[in-house]
């Protein structure tokens, strides 16, 4: 099998994709010891052409495929490609447009939430995979000639799910649907590491807004020296050890030493100098620029009760638009509208609050109640809101 080793090769091969209306495409990478992707195969398929190229090749510039990448005439096909768009973000500092996830097409399309890409092959294509090669160290050479056919099939796959799940949304009128879920996909913030942010990315296991200030600075102070030395975070300090020093919140070396989730002689270590100044930064920080915790406080009878039927309201939208669940609402949706938190909810926006938004806070209201009728559930008005002709979305057939 032909791959792509070199950088004339690359702008040829390119330059015959860029005539086509959408690029498939995949990366093959590995980060398992750095904190930065370590890019070791990229496959593309457009319509007619489909290539391997080698990104470890002697001398190879990859600037070819970051344009392509970069192109707006080109739909860029990917499936589950929050990692395959960080690496050209990483590189290039700019997010691909005209973005066509497929994984994210099947759950508008109403193939589940977690439907696998292996299982979305076959259910529309009616090809199985072969996933021996998964589990294949990508950055030694040779590949042989079964991985890199296990490479090409995922674009080629790839491919031939992209057409169907295209004709399925254009048939159903929810391509507007899908390009509102790529919207964060498309979005810079979505890639950005800014060190500043990264607790944004940990469960928040503290115990109150002090130790949440402290966490901020460790997150921080972890992720510019894992950057800095491309190391994966917890090589640099552990997660349970962040949230151990956060909460306890030790402002002299030798305290870190008693912390369970540290070495015995952690505190005589280099690093051990720099978490004590994290936690004093944190200590030290302004209250009113340490974000609220969530009160932790458990909802009322009658809220909780309000969440159960909002969730079977759920179901049944879901199961009437043949969508995902997941896509429409989650549980933390559900509980923010029960208890009227619901401003800048995206339940409550676009295509969402049309199909089950609007019904969502008319059953707050009271102004609707669920029925059964024929074996489904229904919205229907109450009693207060019939005489002034309220007829609920989900009612529409």
Known sequence: MHVVTTTKALQA???????????????????????????????????EDEVIVDPLASGIDLAP???????????????AGRQDIEIVYNKTGQVPQSIFDTQVAAMVCGFGESVSYVNLVKNLTGE?????????????RPLSDKQLQYA???????????????EDLRQSGRHPWLQ?????????????TNPEDAWRRLKLRVKNQ???????????????VAQAQDVPRARVLRDEALYDVANQ????????????????????????????????????????SVPRMPSGQPISAEAGALVDLLRVLLKA???????????????????????????????????????????????????????????????????????RGVEPAAAKH
């Not at 970051?66 to 990917?78: A, C, G, I, S, W």
């Not at 674009?155 to 169907?164: D, E, F, G, P, S």
């Open 128 to 140: 199985d995979i072969d996933k021996s090669s998964r589990f294949t160290d990508w950055s030694r």
């Open 65 to 79: 495929f970051y344009e392509l990448m970069l192109d707006p005439r080109v739909t860029k096909v990917f499936h």
């Open 317 to 387: 939208t879901a199961a009437r638009n043949r969508v995902a669940p997941k896509m429409i609402a989650d549980s933390d949706d559900l509980e923010r509208i029960a208890t009227g938190g619901d401003v800048d909810l995206p339940a409550l926006k676009g295509w969402r609050r049309e199909i089950f938004g609007e019904d969502a806070l008319r059953l707050r209201r009271g102004e609707i109640s669920l029925a059964v009728q024929h074996g489904k559930v229904v919205t229907v008005p109450s009693a207060k809101s019939a005489a």
């Open 210 to 224: 002090k130790a949440l200030a402290v966490l901020i600075e460790l997150a921080a102070w972890r992720d510019r």
């Open 249 to 288: 919140m030790p402002t002299e070396a030798a305290r870190l030493g008693e912390l369970r989730s540290l070495s015995e002689g952690f505190a005589r270590s280099a690093r051990a100098k720099e978490i004590i100044e994290a936690v004093r930064r944190g200590l030290a920080r302004d209250p009113k």
């Open 152 to 166: 090409l099939g995922d674009v080629t796959h790839l491919r031939a799910i992209y057409a169907k799940l295209d």
């Open 180 to 192: 509102e879920e790529m919207a964060e996909l498309a979005d810079p913030k979505t890639y950005d």
């Open 13 to 47: 091969v390119c330059a015959r994709l860029a005539r086509h209306p959408y690029v498939a495409v995949d990366t093959e990478f590995l980060r398992e010891q750095t904190f930065w992707p370590v890019l070791c195969l990229v496959q593309m398929a457009g319509s």
